[in-house]
């Protein structure tokens, strides 16, 4: 079983940047594909970023290519995602995600664990 808490949401004023942390329990952490999805009022939960296991390749949608980062130490079991140039449409819940397989998922039924949720809000 793999424990996931995300930290590092709050409020921010368009144009700023905001780093989210996830950290997870559990030995073989390294080897997991990480994701980063975000959750608008009222609409679907969407992908957002990923990272493979081993290799740590990334994959990001389009709206956020160039402005966020996804990142991992895994001496610390931790995934980040780094968000700058931060536009209201960004605001969401924001939740982390594991899968027990090394390659990076874009759809939500391709991970195993969820956290709980950090509120990101972008005023304009």
């Known amino acids: 079983q793999v424990q996931l808490v995300e930290s590092g949401g709050g409020l921010v004023q368009a144009g700023g940047s905001l780093r989210l942390s996830c950290a997870a329990s559990?030995?073989?952490?390294?080897?997991?594909?990480m994701g980063w999805f975000r959750q608008a009022p009222g609409l679907e939960r969407e992908f957002v970023a990923g990272?493979?296991?081993?290799?740590?390749?990334?994959y990001y949608t389009s709206s956020v290519k160039g402005r966020f980062t996804i990142s991992r130490d895994n001496a610390k079991n931790t995934v980040y995602l780094q968000m700058n140039s931060l536009k209201p449409e960004d605001t969401a819940i924001y939740y982390c995600?594991?899968?027990?397989?090394?390659?990076?998922?874009?759809?939500?039924?391709?991970?195993?664990?969820w956290g709980q949720g950090t509120q990101v809000t972008v005023s304009s």
């Open positions: 990272i493979s296991g081993g290799d740590a390749n990334t």
């Open positions: 995600a594991a899968t027990r397989f090394n390659a990076i998922r874009t759809t939500m039924n391709g991970y195993d664990y």
């Open positions: 559990g030995r073989t952490f390294s080897s997991y594909a």
